[in-house]
């Protein structure tokens, strides 16, 4: 008989937690705080383009669709994620210790779209500089910038010649962006830009610097303010002659776009843009949040919100649009466009036919700025969140960590502002993130309801809320958005356009760079299973095992903990790993 004997048994180990995270000072910063996240300047500038390109009023159908059968269910699913654990984006993966890589994979997502966003934030402050002229410089040919090809829009009656370009279009791309040939021709810094840029991460800091304590606090004006204006310009724009005949354009429905497969992949594409599920900002913000909130009524109300802002953003601008047109002489669907076009040409070049443009254009462009700075601000603080939950030493020196993530996003958006820089912002805009983010839910999607049981995550929402989730949710939860998620993501891929800006081909080789941007965030999630298998102690069975069993998988306030594991031991199921498999984690 052998001489050896059997260990005492350990205490569990528990991964050290950010007890000092923080909490919203109340539901309604919580609330403005996603608002704020998931509308910003998509909503304006891309939204109202895709809708009447795709088929109007009819595109409404796969977008709402889409929101009803993947958006909800998702920023419901990561809203309870947050909530329950208290953790961000990487934290949030103790559910299934093993798809770790993918927290990695949104933190690298939100490093890039920080980057270029930061960039058109910048956009609008430069646009504001020009506002308080005595005339705005965009309404006609007279500037040193200006072309024998410029056309003042009151003159495109006259114009017999094809080879023409508006006064508001040179403006923009020749002394706003003084944009260079191509990609392959970056140029040097054009410093006027440089300087917005710097303001803008100025403002950024200045409003993140204390965490949700400064944030809670700014977004009382960042979100509902833009909705002050997005209103007057309404208003003004359905009282300009034509005004109704650009909104017919923008809703007139046309059914058979429904039998495009295109279209339903750009409405899914829209979603996943317009209400933020995947990025990780949706679960750090809500692992601020008390932890009995109503989550269902917040997601439900702030994913309506984003839709209403979406369909009523298209009536702003297309009622301008048809106004433009009816000015011009010239089709709606001529001077239609989407992105910068939209807001840095097409609705500056309309708001300039208006009495006082500079005040309307002032609006217009403060508008965009505060829609896209929320946006910055969750996945900023997303970032962040990440490295004070997982580097402890960090947690103490928050500000200090601020500060050079602004710093170092700063330096590497300066790139941006080169005279090619607006195609590289298109290029990272295109790859970098859309298929990444639908490839992260479909592994948080399988996490939850296959890996970790979908019937384990509705006991822990029943424990959390007071009452279990109806069997919709778990019908859509474990097949719907599932089956939906595939869907788009392969949609995504096949039909993806070829990327072109102001009339130019990206070549192949910026292609190339393109999809490794998108390699780069999604390399971490199989490169993070690899990592744990070299690094094993058992046999890759009883490994793989261990990794699949949640690590440490409780609430962070030590009561609601305690009181957790004795709701589990009441249900006879485990609250988190064994001792033996959190010690094998480290």
Wanted: proline share 5%.
């Amino acid at each position: 008989m052998s001489n050896t004997t059997s260990p005492p048994p350990r205490k569990s180990k528990r991964i050290e937690r950010d007890t000092n995270r923080g909490k919203w000072k109340s539901k309604t910063e919580f609330i403005l705080s996603l608002i704020g996240y998931a509308i910003g300047i998509g909503n304006v500038w891309r939204f109202p383009y895709l809708c009447y390109r795709s088929g109007g009023g009819a595109f409404l159908v796969p977008y709402c669709l889409m929101v009803l059968l993947a958006g909800i269910p998702l920023f419901y699913m990561e809203v309870l994620i947050g909530q329950f654990s208290g953790t961000g984006c990487t934290g949030m993966f103790r559910l299934t210790p093993i798809l770790k890589g993918t927290g990695i994979a949104q933190v690298v997502v939100n490093m890039y779209c920080v980057c270029y966003y930061s960039v058109i934030l910048s956009y609008p402050i430069r646009m504001i500089s020009y506002c308080f002229y005595k005339t705005v410089p965009w309404v006609d040919c007279d500037h040193s910038w200006n072309t024998d090809n410029c056309v003042n829009i009151d003159d495109l009656k006259k114009q017999n010649s094809s080879e023409f370009v508006t006064s508001a279009d040179e403006f923009f791309h020749r002394e706003v962006l003084q944009l260079s040939s191509g990609i392959d021709d970056l140029g040097g810094i054009v410093w006027e830009q440089t300087l917005s840029l710097f303001l803008s991460w100025i403002v950024i800091y200045l409003c993140v610097s204390r965490g949700i304590q400064s944030v809670g606090k700014v977004v009382y004006f960042t979100a509902p303010f833009p909705y002050v204006l997005l209103f007057i310009l309404f208003v003004r724009g359905i009282t300009l002659p034509g005004a109704w005949t650009g909104i017919k354009f923008y809703m007139y429905p046309e059914w058979d776009r429904l039998l495009d497969l295109k279209v339903w992949a750009d409405a899914a594409i829209q979603m996943f843009f317009g209400l933020g599920p995947g990025w990780g900002g949706i679960v750090n913000m809500a692992s601020f949040s008390d932890f009995r909130n109503d989550a269902k009524f917040d997601s439900i109300l702030i994913v309506t919100v984003n839709v209403f802002t979406s369909i009523f953003a298209g009536f702003v601008v297309f009622s301008v649009l048809g106004f433009l047109s009816v000015k011009s002489g010239i089709p709606v669907a001529t001077v239609a466009t989407s992105g910068p076009g939209l807001a840095f040409v097409t609705y500056p070049e309309a708001i300039a036919k208006l009495p006082v443009p500079q005040l309307w254009a002032i609006m217009f462009f403060v508008m965009l700025f505060l829609l896209g700075i929320d946006s910055v601000f969750v996945q900023l603080e997303a970032i962040t969140s990440s490295v004070l939950d997982e580097i402890s030493w960090f947690r103490n020196h928050k500000w200090k960590l601020t500060l050079v993530c602004c710093t170092v996003f700063f330096l590497c958006a300066i790139i941006m502002t080169t005279h090619g820089g607006m195609y590289i912002l298109q290029l990272f805009d295109w790859y970098s993130s859309a298929i990444s983010v639908i490839a992260i839910c479909l592994v948080e999607i399988i996490m939850v309801s296959f890996i970790y049981g979908i019937d384990n995550f509705m006991l822990d929402v029943e424990f959390m809320m007071g009452k279990r989730p109806s069997i919709i949710w778990k019908i859509l939860w474990k097949w719907v958005t599932p089956i939906v998620l595939v869907f788009i993501f392969f949609t995504s891929i096949i039909f993806i356009r070829t990327i072109s800006y102001h009339g130019k081909v990206f070549p192949q080789w910026a292609i190339i760079i393109g999809w490794a941007s998108f390699v780069s965030s999604v390399m971490w999630i199989p490169l993070y299973v690899l990592y744990i298998m070299i690094r094993k102690r058992e046999t890759m069975c009883d490994s793989l095992k261990k990794r699949l069993k949640p690590l440490d998988w409780t609430p962070a306030d030590p009561e609601d903990r305690e009181k957790y594991e004795a709701f589990r031991r009441q249900r006879r199921m485990p609250a988190f790993m064994s001792d033996t498999d959190a010690e094998g984690m480290k």
